[in-house]
């Protein structure tokens, strides 16, 4: 009397290494027994599944993480099964691929921006201060994950502080009176109106994106954005009167002069 059975795999456990094709036979004094692992790729070592986009397979390729797999991981959604014997690198490096965030480049820092003010370190109760940030694009090198890399800082945000309670924050750094072609005392998108004389400390906090790169001219994006605050700047607010004279002041000693 002799029996037989086959086990076999669907391509899903087959493409993961998980389950080989067995079969056996019984007879009345022996059972045999084999089994063999398929896997895709033809001639690829055992264990290792085809690169994507490769030839000899028709079943879905594996990616390196479960942990990764999310439907909005951009190599993961093209896929439907993962397991963890799979490395994934930077383009041109050995450093494994993770996401790199603020906290990665604590090493790198742009030069702290400058705030200006005009007039210079004083306004007037009820007039317009022009203030200006300067602050530009930056190149940082320096090393990340151990391997020598260049950070870029963009100035993305500029936030106010005046020093009388209040603040605004702007995309854009302003400009000088004369850079926008205007006269003195003219409102723009960054100056302020104090309503009261004293004396008050200004700060500017400037809002960074950074990108990085190890090989190759592709910028990445970091994670985050990283606050950048200038030095204080005093300014003295002050009154000022107006007075009728007889004439002109110039070259002359009437009333008020």
């Keep these: 009397m002799a029996a037989g059975f086959q086990h076999g795999c669907g391509d899903f456990e087959v493409n993961l290494g998980s389950c ?19 896997r895709p790729g033809g001639g690829a070592a055992p264990g290792t599944p085809p690169a994507p986009g490769g030839t000899g397979a028709s079943a879905p390729w594996v990616y390196e993480n479960a942990l990764s797999c999310g439907s909005d991981d951009p190599i993961a959604s093209n896929f439907v099964a ?8 930077f383009t041109g490096t050995d450093i494994p691929l993770q996401a790199i965030t603020i906290a ?11 705030l200006a003010a005009e007039p210079d370190g004083w306004a007037v109760v009820g007039m317009p201060a022009n203030f200006v940030a300067d602050a530009r694009q930056q190149v940082v090198p320096g090393v990340l994950l151990g391997q020598p890399a260049e950070v870029r800082f963009t100035p993305v945000g500029y936030t106010w502080d005046y020093g009388d ?21 003219t409102p723009t998108a960054t100056s302020h109106a104090y309503t009261q004389r004293g004396r008050v400390t200004a700060v500017l906090t400037v809002t960074f994106a950074a990108e990085y790169r190890f090989v190759g001219p592709a910028w990445i994006p ?12 005093p300014v003295a607010v002050v009154t000022a009167e107006t007075m009728l004279v007889a004439g002109t002041c110039t070259g002359g000693s009437g009333p008020g002069c």
Excluded: Y
């Excluded at 056996?24 to 027994?33: E, M, P, R």
């Excluded at 990665?104 to 400058?114: H, K, L, W």
């Design 20 to 38: 080989p094709n067995s079969s056996a036979g019984v007879s009345d004094n022996s059972v045999d027994v084999s089994a063999e692992v398929s």
């Design 222 to 233: 970091v994670q985050g954005t990283l606050d950048v605050a200038t030095s204080p700047m």
């Design 104 to 114: 990665d480049i604590a090493s790198f820092r742009p030069e702290p921006p400058e």
């Design 165 to 185: 309670g209040t603040s605004s924050t702007t995309a854009h750094p302003g400009a000088t009176w004369d850079a926008l072609g205007v006269e003195e005392f």
């Design 82 to 89: 993962c397991r963890d014997d799979l490395t994934f690198t």
